[in-house]
């Protein structure tokens, strides 16, 4: 697949305790970084084993940045403090940035292990009383991470300050190593040839733009392009880097898949279409967004027409950088010449630099080896790649070996100069090593390095040691445990093993090219020099082979028939028979095989006469194999059987055949009925899929797993019975299956963590014995529509969509329980139950998704919940809130949605820390009370009956006059110029059809009182936070068609233009807007209102400055009323700049909706107005009065009766602006 630009796999890795914090903080620190674009990788693999997962260890070493949020019970987890073990070891041995957030906790209480935070470290030392070692170790860690600086939650309020301020951090973070990590083993001069294609971007431009990076391979052109995006691409809504193009489209990744990559990536979702085409709502929004995208290695016209098309379906400011080696690419897209900017040869100087580096491992060169060191650099002619390889393979070497090198250099001649350059390193390995390197470069580039490594193993050398070699020769590239190479290196080796017989394939050591291997699998012109086939059946009709087809291919060690992982396919394609057929069976198949891949094997067996004593790794999917062989075989290596989607199979192999297996996947075997009690002799197994396997009733009795081992049943829909197992299973998964109860031997299940039991409709009991399994940390019994009890010790229960009707007296001993699933309960009596999870002493922190269903809200079960900070009732049918809500203390974000009352409680104004508050589909909700002023989301949506607003106070509060100071300040540099920029706070009334028939004019009246108290909460928000706030605006939506009075700025359409007059802007603190938004039809209904804004001063001198901004509100709403809405809004304008002469300020605004229409537009400047009784104060005041004509004139320099020049747009003049 087309990787990111990064040569990291994720920009930040998130390290957290799920129980603590996944439903709420991290959730919310994740998805803000996912919505600035920041590659995170967040573990939602919620199945663990005793020990950190190679993927998890892989994310961690694959990323720039790791997060660690420590909270109260991080340290009574053995995988958190594993995963901070491997963090601090990659931040000591790569450098890795590490932040610690303390969430609720202190850097003492991990430095010392005091506090909840160390309580719930002893309990997990007391499992682990004989590993005193890994204990000191863990606490070692602690101790050290714990110096680092980080953010802390008491300190930083509310917490989605906490979150802003942590996204800002890890951007700036990025922005500093963006270029390390390509420029710390690539191009020197790097920064040179970015400044010039910068200056064709031209980013600041309204046009679409395609600049194109063209040169020979191995210049540098993807390392410029990755530099490039990395500096970049945060400025654009959209980004996306597509890596080799060419290869993609080569190893049968369509350009359909490739085109809905490219769209779901600028998009930042995944687009979910059955058919080729990309639907036309995303179309449409990727028009009103802007992008930056990179085109890696694009070879071909008709690969840049089917990506990038014509530029007009692109957002104004996008660009596009294509990198290519055939510069008429670019000319037939109508890249102009001018645009492309060819990637120079290094000069002599920057060829020396590069080529000590690899050397030398240095910037400079030992004395003796200066003048050889000049001419082997101008043989390279200033080529980096070849400058890297040879650097690479004279490390260490003898001045002997050094002229020995360039005795071979001066041979080199002609157009293939640069291979034979690169050959020369190639020459110079063993047999081995050479043998591996064809192996990547023809078969397994990109291939994880554990899996090359085990297919090599037992080959009759140090395999290993061969990889060190290639490596420290810079023919591969290790990276993040996956093996990689150059373009340029990877075809020179498959021309070298082309030009093992020009003429005749078949005589060569490896095929990959489906031409070359259709004509030899097909004419049967195999011999015993082919090591290795590869098929991609995307490639290819249909072919049908000789059941001899491999009989004289005895040295075959690896056969691959394939389908490219990703390849988008029809439903016929996907159901249709095998593309390789044997119409007279198969004969034969070669002892060596230690790799075999058949995609949808066509037989019923694989060839009697097979020996698979060298077999690792079996492949079958989709195949129509009844049994993998007839009768004893010895299969003593193999270690890896997937079977899945064979629907004809009945058999697995006998443990005394495959005794060294590890994992087998019999997913979707649908007539597999029959598991033999022999499976338990498999000593080494880690997984054991039987998923989708509707034939299967049961397992054999008394089953006992030595070696830990994942079983995963799910969607067997007809078994029956709890397995009767024991042993070493660590993760059970039983899910839609007809299971009627959990029995009491459950408890032989000794080292079982995590059981899965979700849709088992049949099941009604779960046996009291469950509570003896001292490692079972999650059990999941949700949507049991049959389940009438359940066990009490656990950490946590999910019991969603049961009908459990009552709580057992023990509950409140659950004091572990952090998370607590209870959707669709309908009949649970006793509620009141719920006041000892909170009240007494229980951890709970957050009730997600609680008693959907409940038509009453007990007031005992609010109280004393003092931790509570996320209260979730939606779609609950209550008919009341109690006043007891206003008694949560550290409530933030409280869901009201689709419930049956009428209004709120006066006592929710007592809710200081409340921060979101969602009414929306509360069909009877007719008023809102006042609400507590650190309230900064409010959504209403759909409330039909909703007639009047939340009462505010009569007098704006007042701000400290050393605000101005620190807005003069303020500088929009320190920001993205012209980025999407959300709202500090919202207030959406949206589809309220009540409000607009009750004469919408009345919910205007105190519209400038409304804008003017969110506008001084905004202000506030940036004047107490400093530097962790940016300034932000505000936003209020309401039914309506009419603009406020008070906007004496108004005007038809979706732009404005306003001439200042000259210093009127000393006091200007910002702008209150107004749109009319008309409501279309459309193919599906929604809502959003965008608008950009920009500054434009003119000096005396003639010299103009221009700033930029943009705001963005969008909310998709589905199924609206045909009514009309009225958008007022506030948005602060900081330092805009204005130098002391300026002539004349122009402000120009320009409002946009995708879904509907703007049918007029106002703005009102706002001025800080100085209290005249305390000095130290002003208020917010909105222009009222007209200036003077003879104030413009002066301005101007001009008399009082000159007139401005007209603007193509709409100007208000000077009378009628107002100030205060």
């Known amino acids: ?108 209480d991990v430095r010392k292990q005091t506090g909840t935070f160390g309580e719930g470290f002893v309990r997990l030392e007391q499992q682990f009383k004989e590993k005193a070692e890994t204990v000191q170790k863990w606490r070692d860690v602690m101790t050290q991470l714990s110096y680092l600086s980080g953010h802390e939650s008491t300190k930083i309020r509310p917490e989605a300050m906490l979150v802003e301020v942590i996204v800002k951090d890890i951007l700036k973070k990025l922005e500093c190593t963006s270029m390390s990590s390509d420029s710390s083993k690539g191009l020197v001069g790097l920064s040179s040839r970015i400044e010039c294609i910068k200056s064709l971007l031209c980013t600041g431009l309204p046009d679409v733009r395609i600049v194109g990076i063209w040169g020979m391979g191995g210049i540098g052109k993807t390392t410029i392009a990755k530099a490039l995006f990395n500096q970049l691409s945060n400025e654009f809504e959209g980004k996306c880097f597509i890596e080799n193009v060419r290869e993609e489209i080569e190893n049968g990744v369509g350009l359909v898949h490739l085109h809905k990559q490219v769209v779901s990536l600028l998009l930042g979702e995944r687009l979910e279409t059955g058919g080729p085409n990309i639907p036309a709502y995303a179309l449409e929004r990727l028009r009103r967004t802007k992008v930056f995208m990179v085109l890696d290695d694009v070879s071909e016209f008709e690969q840049l027409k089917y990506l990038v098309g014509w530029l007009d379906g692109f957002c104004p400011g996008s660009r596009i950088v294509v990198t290519t080696r055939d510069k008429q690419v670019l000319r037939k897209h109508g890249v102009n010449d001018e645009l492309v900017y060819e990637v120079d040869r290094l000069n002599e100087d920057e060829g020396l630099e590069l080529f000590y580096k690899y050397a030398f491992r240095q910037n400079r060169c030992p004395q003796h080896l200066t003048v050889l060191s000049k001419k082997v650099v101008r043989y390279a002619e200033g080529n980096p790649l070849a400058l890297e390889v040879l650097g690479s393979s004279l490390h260490q070497k003898s001045k002997q070996d050094w002229e020995n090198v360039l005795d071979n250099l001066k041979q080199i001649s002609g157009a293939s100069r640069i291979y034979k350059l690169l050959r020369i390193s190639y020459e ?53 445990n996956r093996l990689h190479m150059h373009e340029l290196l990877q075809e020179m080796g498959q021309e070298i093993v082309r030009q093992e017989d020009i003429k005749k394939p078949g005589k060569r050591s490896r095929l990959w090219h489906h031409k070359d291997v259709r004509h030899v699998l097909k004419h ?3 011999t015993d020099a082919i090591e290795g086939i590869f098929l991609n059946l995307s490639k290819i009709k249909g072919i049908n082979l000789d059941s001899r087809a491999f009989t004289n291919m005895s040295s075959l060690r690896v056969l691959k028939f394939y389908i490219p992982e990703g390849l988008d ?43 698979p004593k060298n077999l690792i790794e079996l492949n079958l999917p989709f195949s129509k194999i009844v049994q ?5 075989k010895k299969a003593f290596k193999i270690k890896f059987i997937n079977l899945s989607h064979s629907q004809y199979l009945i058999r697995i192999p006998d443990p005394s055949e495959t005794p060294s297996l590890e994992r087998i996947n019999l997913w979707n075997c649908t007539n597999l009925a029959w598991v033999p009690s022999s499976i338990q002799n498999f000593n080494h197994l880690s997984l054991l899929c039987f998923q989708g396997c509707k034939s299967l009733k049961s397992f054999p009795s008394n089953l006992h797993f030595v070696s830990p081992v994942t079983i995963d049943c799910s969607f067997c829909v007809n078994l029956t019975e709890f397995p009767q197992i024991s042993g070493n299973i660590t993760k059970l998964n039983l899910c839609d299956t007809a299971i009627e109860e959990v029995p009491s031997s459950v408890e032989c299940l000794t080292n079982l963590e995590y059981l899965y039991i979700k849709r088992c409709k049949r099941l009604k009991r779960v046996s009291t014995n469950i509570c003896r399994l001292k490692s079972l940390i999650w059990l999941c019994l949700n949507e049991c529509l049959s389940l009438e009890n359940f066990p009490e010790s656990l950490e946590k229960i999910n019991l969603g969509r049961t009908t459990v009707s009552e709580l057992p007296s023990s509950f409140e001993n659950l004091e572990g329980l952090g998370t607590l699933g209870l959707q669709s309960w309908s009949e649970l009596d006793n509620l009141e139950s719920f006041q000892y999870i909170g009240a007494h002493g229980s951890t709970i922190s957050q009730l997600p998704h609680l008693l959907s269903g409940l038509v009453s809200l007990s007031a005992s079960l609010l109280s004393g919940l003092s931790s509570l900070n996320w209260l979730n009732l939606n779609n609950c049918a209550l008919t009341a809130i109690p006043e007891e809500i206003g008694c949560l203390p550290s409530l933030e974000w409280l869901e009201l949605r689709g419930n049956n009352f009428e209004s709120l409680p006066v006592s929710i104004k007592q809710l200081s820390r409340l921060k979101r508050l969602d009414l929306s589909n509360c069909s009877m909700l007719q008023s809102i009370p006042e609400l507590p002023p650190s309230l900064k989301w409010l959504q209403a949506r759909s409330c039909k009956r909703l007639q009047s607003l939340p009462a505010i106070p009569s007098r704006p509060e007042e701000l400290d006059a050393s605000l101005l100071q620190k807005l003069s300040k303020y500088s929009y540099d320190d920001e993205v110029e012209d980025v999407n920029v959300s709202s500090s706070i919202k207030f959406l009334f949206v589809d309220c059809i009540k409000m607009y028939e009750e004469e919408s004019k009345k919910h205007l009246a105190d519209s400038q009182l409304r804008i003017q108290h969110m506008a001084v909460t905004s202000l506030r928000l940036f004047y107490e936070l400093q530097e962790r706030y940016k300034l932000r605006g505000t936003v209020l939506i309401l039914p309506g068609s009419e603009i406020p009075e008070w906007f004496s700025n108004q005007n038809s359409g979706s ?9 009127c802007c000393q006091n200007l603190i910002g702008f209150a807007l107004c749109v009319v938004l008309v409501w279309c039809d459309p193919e599906w209904s929604g809502f959003n209102i965008d608008f950009r804004y920009s500054f434009e001063m003119t000096t005396l001198s003639g010299r103009k400055h221009v700033r930029r901004r943009c705001f963005k509100t969008l909310w998709f ?5 045909k009514i009309d809405h009225v958008v007022l809004g506030f948005n602060p304008c900081g330092n805009v700049g204005f130098p002391d002469d300026n002539h004349l300020t122009t402000v120009s605004f320009d409002f946009f909706s995708i879904f509907n229409k703007v049918s007029r537009c106002a703005v009102c400047p706002v001025y800080a107005n100085p209290n005249g009784t305390n000095p130290n104060t002003f208020t917010l005041n909105f222009a009222t009065e007209v200036w003077k004509l003879d104030d413009m004139a002066s301005a101007r320099g001009t008399s009082d009766e000159e007139e401005l020049e007209p603007s193509p747009k709409r100007i208000c003049r000077d009378d009628q602006i107002n100030t205060p």
């Open 1 to 108: 697949m087309a990787s990111s630009s990064s040569s990291c796999n994720y920009d930040v890795f998130l390290s957290f305790r799920g129980e603590d914090t996944r439903e709420n903080f991290t959730s919310h620190l994740y998805a803000a970084l996912c919505g600035k674009k920041i590659k995170t990788f967040i573990d939602e693999d919620l199945n663990r084993g005793d020990e950190i997962s190679l993927a998890l260890l892989n994310a961690i070493e694959g990323s720039k940045i790791s997060v660690i949020i420590f909270s109260k019970d991080y340290a009574s987890s053995k995988w958190c403090l594993n995963e901070l073990v491997n963090i601090l070891k990659c931040k000591n041995l790569n450098g890795q940035i590490v932040i610690p957030i303390y969430y609720h906790v202190t850097p003492s």
């Open 428 to 480: 110079e390995l063993t047999f081995e090593e050479k043998s591996i390197f064809l192996d990547i470069a023809c078969f397994f580039k990109g291939e994880c390095k554990d899996r090359v490594l085990m297919l090599q193993h037992d080959r009759q050398y140090n395999v290993t040691q061969a990889l060190s070699v290639l490596i420290d020769k810079s023919l591969i590239i290790e990276h993040n």
């Open 524 to 526: 049967n012109e195999g």
């Open 569 to 611: 396919m029809s439903f016929e394609e996907q159901h249709s028979d095998s593309k390789v057929q044997f119409p007279d069976g198969l004969d034969y198949l070669p002892e060596k095989l230690r790799y075999l891949h058949l995609h949808k094997y066509p037989l019923r067996t694989l060839p009697s006469n097979f020996k």
């Open 628 to 632: 993998i062989w007839e009768g004893k």
């Open 1055 to 1063: 732009e404005i233009t306003l001439q200042l007059p000259r210093h």
């Open 1117 to 1121: 709403v589905y199924r609206m009323t």
